[in-house]
């Protein structure tokens, strides 16, 4: 598989807890991901190739890009540690609700 890349600016990103541990989670087309990894920007070689890694071991993979880093997510069943992931340091994006994100249905979203 090949992984998917995202702007994070777009993502809907949470927490949420899973066998006892929290993570931050993304939700894209009716599917959970999970950080695994988190990059900052000049790091971006290493999170390619984490991503390409996972998506070698045929888990679904999302590379995502911010001012801050990349982000590499995989698919929430898989079982793949998280590694030196904060979930609410400074230097990584925080979670969004869906009401921060942009209304695609109006007329003033693409302005």
Known sequence: ????????????????????SLYRGLALQHRLF???RYFHAGNRDLAFGT???????RWEVIISA?????????DVRANVACVG???F????????SQAALPDWNSDTAFV
């Open 1 to 20: 598989m090949t992984p998917m890349f995202l702007n994070e600016a777009i993502a809907q990103t949470f927490v949420f807890y899973q066998d006892g």
């Open 85 to 87: 992931v904060d979930l």
């Open 66 to 74: 911010s001012p801050q880093g990349y982000g590499v997510w995989v």
């Open 89 to 96: 340091g400074d230097d990584m994006p925080q979670p969004r």
């Open 34 to 36: 999970k950080l695994v």
């Open 51 to 57: 991503g390409w890694e996972l998506s070698d071991q």
